[in-house]
């Protein structure tokens, strides 16, 4: 506990205690009684006040007369301070409060009660002052940064009245701030008002790479997080996390960039030399074919593939995961064969029977 050092203030108090007669008219059980009826000053080991200044009622209960005398400065607003009890006798003494019962303790702790202002409490004041002024977006994606880092505020317990911003000013094109904040009281002095300066910046929530990628990577979970960047820096293209998994990336990207909807693609269904499935479509004819794949794409990507029958390189269209879809140049007709002759292809009977068969054909 930090102990703080008190000003000994406020008047002496005269002494003013009355004679009891002696005559023989009074009898003697009647001076005991009233001097029985005066009840014993305590001290108090904890003491919580709001004002500027410590009384003797503050820390000595009956303190009859007395109570109202000052004799010391209250600690700073939210602090404690300590008074060492032999120190608090002696001034009580001087005032003419004697016979205290200190129920034997050594020192007297004496708290100020404060409102007490958090750093993230005056942020979001001020970030709700600045909302939608001049361009800005709202309060909670603002960034705010102090001219001077922000402490805990400690007011007055008076100060129990609303805050509410009272001038507020913003410049765009330097993104600095001016805000006073103005907090009411209910013990009729003027109102107490704060002033912040700093720079606020509007941010978006957006997908930043976790590590380096190359090119074609497929992006996974673990490769993306979250973070708010200025808007200025990410712009209105910003990729969300749900938008990133999943897909491919375009180009070298380096750890900490903000994805965007430009650096993605879909992820490529089709591998350089990756085995895939050429699919001969045409009316009532359905063939597939065995394939060799000379370049990478995706869905609705043109690419060349090797006829690994054939030998031949032919373009075709990505349908599916290791499947391209080439058409024919012109229809195919089954070929008719002879009953002597063994079947070197099987075509596919017309989708009506629903059933469909694989050629080794070209």
């Known amino acids: ?7 000994v203030a406020g008047a002496m108090l005269a002494a003013s205690i009355p004679a009891l007669a002696g005559n023989d008219a009074t009898p003697r059980h009647a001076v005991l009684a009233s001097t029985a009826a005066i009840p014993t000053p305590v001290l108090r080991g904890r003491v919580d006040l ?55 303790l050594r020192n007297v702790a004496v708290t100020r009660l404060a409102r007490t202002l958090e750093p993230d409490d005056v942020e979001l004041q001020i970030a709700v002052a ?5 361009g800005l977006g709202d309060a909670k994606d603002l960034l705010l940064t102090f001219d001077k880092d922000l402490t805990t505020i400690h007011l007055d317990a008076a100060n129990n009245g609303a805050i509410n911003p009272v001038v507020t000013r913003f410049d765009p094109r330097k993104g600095r701030f001016d ?3 103005e907090i009411g009281n209910d013990s009729g002095a003027a109102p107490t008002r704060l002033r912040f300066t700093g ?19 497929l992006l996974k979970f673990s490769d993306v997080v979250m973070e708010r960047r200025p808007k200025a820096e990410v712009g209105r293209d910003a990729a969300s996390h749900d938008h990133v998994v999943g897909m491919q990336t375009r180009r070298q990207m380096r750890a ?17 030399d990756e085995a895939v499935t050429l699919i001969y479509q045409a009316a009532g004819i359905y063939l597939t074919v065995r ?19 054939s030998k031949r390189t032919v373009s075709g269209v990505v349908v599916g995961r290791g499947q391209v879809s080439v058409s024919p140049a012109a229809p195919v007709a089954p070929r008719r064969l002879a009953s002597a002759e063994p079947a070197e292809a099987t075509a596919s009977i017309s989708p009506r029977s629903g059933a469909t068969a694989s050629s080794e054909a070209e």
Not at 130 to 134: G, K, S, V, W
């Open 199 to 217: 720079v606020a910046v509007e941010t978006v929530e957006a997908a930043v790479l976790a590590r380096d990628v190359d090119r074609h990577t």
């Open 256 to 272: 900490g960039q903000a994805l965007h909807g430009a650096d993605l693609t879909r992820p490529d269904l089709v591998q350089r």
């Open 50 to 104: 709001t004002g500027d200044v410590v009384r003797i009622g503050d820390l000595v209960d009956n303190a009859g007369k007395a109570a109202q005398i000052a004799i010391y400065r209250s600690p700073d607003p939210g602090t404690t301070g300590t008074l060492p009890a032999t120190q608090v006798l002696d001034i009580l003494r001087a005032h003419q409060v004697i016979g205290v019962d200190t129920h034997g």
């Open 1 to 7: 506990m930090i102990v703080r050092s008190f000003l």
């Open 179 to 181: 805000v006073t904040l």
């Open 130 to 134: 600045l909302e939608h002024r001049n």
């Open 291 to 309: 394939g060799k794949a000379t370049e990478a794409g995706t869905e609705g990507d043109v690419v060349s593939v090797l006829n690994l029958q």
